[in-house]
């Protein structure tokens, strides 16, 4: 048996230890908002935090998740309540057919947490795991930089 | 506030963004199984046997041949030549040869393993010179104007080259999936990513023979399309069903992305002749075109691609003699398909490095060249056709060659590049296009689209149409220009999911035509709508309680109280299908970019620094939507110019993955200034004209243009790959020594 916490809830797992992070939210914890877009890690749309950090999580044994810390898109917000980066993403016009969009959110999520600087080069190195073959990605890196800013604003006043 | 020319968000944006949105391998489908299909291993040859090893346990597997369709092993589109599953012929690799389900997806692959055919090789036709010495020609079309021969005797200069360009990938993220099943009452439900619910609908009526209401598609949120899931998705969803019924259980096909990329259809490859007689001013007078294209091994759309290749392939010029012939040839590699811009990117390409070719040749700029010749009000295309209002051709060069600053970047590239000790070569590269909307020739007639605005039982306004949303936006597009009809707020109206057992065939969601054509129609369905509630005394613009009243009053049982309109030829648009002479298209969107590049004199990479493009559209129904369309495409354009290299190897895509097969990422994509630029069309609703092909057609040949002013080389293959670049400049250098 593994245990693992996903979206700040103790989950155990039963089967075999080499199925993929992927399948195991998926099928087994029913979190069908982490998408698979290649099985082989290049396009990111699988992107999930473990332990805060971005990983393909279509490369990721569950037994290596035993412990650990996972978030998915699920832990963002609701679609009637959505967190500030998925709103930014709704204005800018950053999702288009949606299915890279989990993992863009993630992977950006953890970029953003992490206080990374608000400007377009290095949100554009931060993303540059994550394919999407919609946008040409201008709108998504606006969306981000937007967010970053407002989250360091946010620090600022906090400290 | 109106609707129309404001960014609304997108109505299904938070679905999408929190993962709530279904895709159809989100779908829990309780006692499925999962269905993977068996492929060709040869290009070419006579199947005679299918061997199932004895010794493997078949008992929970369940198979499904050609054998167990009920009607025509045909996949119906334009041609019936491309079977469901081979009995017999094998005509390209990966072609499918049967259908195998078990309820664990990874005991279904371990089950392939174990079905060995037999079958007699025979020699492939793999290139499209092959094919054409053999005859094997699906469709050839001609246009012609004037008197070409006169044409050439008046030129000052004739300029003649050849141009290549190679398979792409449409690449949308999630792959093609489809689930079928039969209901109780004899439905056939087949559910899925896709765009065209009712091509699918008309494909498994030929194959599973019933009363249509007894087939039902309805569509899945689709990750993408690009004309990738326009017809493929016939053939899987075929394949889905006929397992179905063998094993009476739901059937569920996802592809993984290694089997999506080497067995689904792909951009026709294409290769193109120019002979083109210019006068010393750069006045066009003679343009003779060559356009060949590679069908692969089945008919499917080629035609059509093969048609709208042709007649874009003047470039956006008027010239008064003028001959296109194309043909689409037929190779054993698997069908090249639909994919955004259907063919005109192809032809574009040539046609806009050819313009670069002659003003290189005439000793004028290739902006020269085009003001010179570029389609204006009153222009007569080569098909016979007065383009009589909103032709944005100036506009939106002059936008892009103001905005981009293009004369002065361009002088400063050549300062750059004269410096000896400079790490890189600068370029700036010009092109200019069009795009024709809505479905070529008769099309729309052939098609006659319909699509519902109706009252609901509880006051609110609900859209009925079978375009899909794919991304681009046509739920909120629409309904922004039903909320302006019928002046209501945009949230008041709902846009119901693509099923064909409740939503009018409102035609395939393909070809810039979702916008002009059917948001026409329910621009029209809306008027009456309201002329009906006005009649019934509900005072304008209304109020929900005076809907809701009305809707007690009119929806009697609770039926919605609608207008369905159908599609009816404008009496201004004409064409003769025999002749090839006439309307080619009730309009066309112009679009213009200028790219600036910069080549490490190294490694030659090509780094892409600035893009700017004007793009008329008409009008921009939701703006945001529309600069989506626009940056998306530019990156597709880009890597279709710069990065993305099908590598054929016997048939076949060798490097069916995203490790080898380079789609554009963050790092490739440079920041873009989008211009939108609004010249309405007045059949247009709201003066609106298509959107979605035109920004794939003009990066290419821009970016060519651009490597031709940095280094000098005029390159006429795509992609313009370090390789390609290297090779050209030694094959240079050999030649200067």
């Not at chain 2, 005439?362 to 032709?391: C, H, I, P, W, Y």
């Not at chain 2, 064909?500 to 329910?522: D, E, H, K, Q, Y």
């Not at chain 2, 780094?607 to 129904?621: E, F, H, L, P, W």
Request: neutral net charge; contains cysteine; aromatic residues 6%.
């Amino acid at each position: 048996m593994i245990e693992l916490t996903v979206n700040r809830k103790k989950r155990r797992y039963r089967g075999p230890s080499f199925k993929r992070l992927l399948d195991v939210l998926r099928e087994d914890f029913e979190l069908t908002g982490t998408k698979e877009g290649c099985g082989e890690g290049e396009c990111g749309a699988c992107t999930v935090l473990l332990d805060g950090e971005p990983v393909n999580s279509c490369l990721v044994p569950v037994a290596q998740a035993e412990g650990s810390r996972v978030e998915t898109v699920e832990s963002l917000g609701a679609s009637s309540r959505l967190s500030p980066l998925q709103q930014s993403f709704l204005e800018e016009g950053a999702a288009q057919c949606g299915i890279c969009t989990p993992g863009m959110l993630m992977t950006a999520w953890a970029y953003v947490r992490g206080g990374g600087p608000a400007d377009p080069e290095s949100v554009r190195t931060a993303l540059a795991g994550n394919l999407c073959r919609c946008t040409g990605y201008q709108h998504i890196v606006a969306a981000v930089v937007e967010t970053a800013k407002r989250e360091k604003r946010k620090r600022a006043r906090a400290r | 506030m109106a609707s129309v020319g404001t960014s609304f968000r997108r109505k299904e944006g938070p679905e999408k963004l929190t993962g709530e949105a279904r895709y159809i391998d989100d779908y829990p489908l309780e006692g499925a199984l999962h269905g993977v299909t068996l492929r060709s291993k040869v290009a070419r040859g006579i199947l005679r046997k299918i061997r199932f090893d004895p010794a493997f346990d078949w008992s929970s597997v369940v198979v499904a041949t050609a054998a167990d369709i009920p009607g025509e092993n045909a996949v119906l589109l334009i041609e019936k030549d491309q079977p469901l599953l081979a009995s017999r012929e094998l005509n390209h690799l990966e072609e499918p040869i049967l259908i195998l389900g078990h309820s664990n997806r990874a005991k279904a692959y371990e089950a392939l393993e174990h079905i060995e055919v037999v079958c007699d090789e025979e020699e492939p036709v793999l290139t499209m010179e092959e094919a054409l010495a053999d005859g094997a020609v699906f469709k050839r079309f001609e246009i012609v104007k004037g008197d070409l021969d006169a044409g050439f005797c008046d030129a000052d200069v004739i300029v003649e080259e050849e141009y290549r360009v190679p398979h792409q990938e449409q690449a949308y993220i999630e792959t093609n999936g489809v689930a079928a099943w039969e209901e109780e009452d004899g439905t056939l439900v087949v559910t899925g990513s896709m765009q065209c619910p009712y091509y699918v609908h008309k494909a498994m009526l030929g194959l599973f023979p019933r009363a249509p209401e007894k087939i039902r598609v309805i569509q899945t949120t689709t990750g993408g399309g690009f004309g990738g899931k326009e017809e493929y998705p016939n053939l899987i969803a075929g394949h889905a069903a006929v397992l179905s019924l063998k094993a009476k259980r739901p059937v569920k096909i996802v592809y993984d992305r290694a089997e999506d990329m080497r067995a689904t259809t792909k951009r026709h490859p294409a290769r193109i002749r120019h002979r083109t007689g210019v006068k010393k001013d750069g006045t066009l007078v003679a343009q003779d075109i060559d356009v060949l294209m590679d069908g692969g091994a089945y008919v499917t759309l080629s035609p059509v691609v093969l048609s709208r290749g042709i007649l874009h392939a003047t470039g956006p010029y008027e010239c008064p003699n003028v001959r296109v012939v194309g043909q689409v040839v037929k190779t054993n590699t698997p069908p090249n398909g639909a994919f955004r811009g259907f063919g005109a990117p192809q032809t574009l390409f040539a046609a806009e490095m050819h313009v670069e070719k002659i003003a290189a040749r005439l000793g004028l700029d290739a902006l020269a060249v085009r003001r010179k010749n570029l389609f204006r009000e009153g222009s007569v295309t080569a098909t016979g056709q007065v383009l009589n209002e909103s032709v944005g051709a100036k506009e939106v060069l002059d936008r892009a060659v103001a905005v981009s600053r293009y004369l002065p970047r361009k002088k400063e590239c050549e300062r750059w590049n004269r410096r000896k000790s400079a790490p890189s070569w600068r370029g700036v590269g010009l092109a200019a296009v069009f795009h024709g909307a809505g479905f070529t020739g008769s099309g729309e007639v052939y098609l006659q689209s319909r699509a519902t605005v109706s009252l609901l039982p509880n006051g609110d306004i609900e859209v009925e149409a079978a375009s899909t949303e794919i991304g681009q936006g046509t739920t909120s597009i629409l309904a922004s220009i039903v909320a302006d009809a019928l002046e209501v707020p945009y949230d008041w109206i709902r846009v119901s999911t693509p099923d064909t057992a409740r939503v009018p065939n409102s035609g395939p969601t393909v070809a810039s035509r979702t916008c002009m054509i059917v948001g026409g129609l329910l621009k029209r369905s809306a008027d009456e709508l309201r002329r009906a509630l006005e009649r019934e005394g509900v005072d304008w613009p209304p109020k929900p309680s005076s809907l809701k009243r009305a809707a007690r009053k009119l929806c009697a049982n609770g039926r919605p109280f609608g207008f369905v309109q159908e599609y009816e030829r404008p009496r201004e648009i004409r064409w003769d299908d025999a002749t090839y002479r006439g309307d080619a298209y009730g309009v066309y969107g112009y679009a213009a970019m200028v790219v600036e590049l910069e080549i490490d004199k190294i490694t030659y990479e090509v780094t892409v620094k600035d893009v700017v493009t004007a793009q008329d559209v008409g009008r921009a129904i939701n703006p945001l939507l529309v600069e989506g369309q626009i940056v998306g495409g530019t990156a597709q354009g880009l890597g279709y110019a710069l990065l993305e290299n099908v590598i054929f190897d016997k048939g076949v895509m060798a490097n069916a993955n995203f490790t080898n097969y380079a789609i554009p990422t963050t790092l490739d994509t440079p920041p873009m200034r989008v211009e939108i630029v609004e010249i309405p069309y007045s059949l247009g609703p709201f003066g609106a004209k298509g959107v979605g092909e035109l920004p794939m057609d003009v990066p290419a040949p821009a970016v060519a243009a651009a490597i031709h002013q940095a280094t000098g080389l005029f390159l006429t293959e795509l992609p313009l790959l370090p390789e390609r670049i290297s090779k050209a400049l030694h094959d240079r250098a050999h030649r200067q020594s």
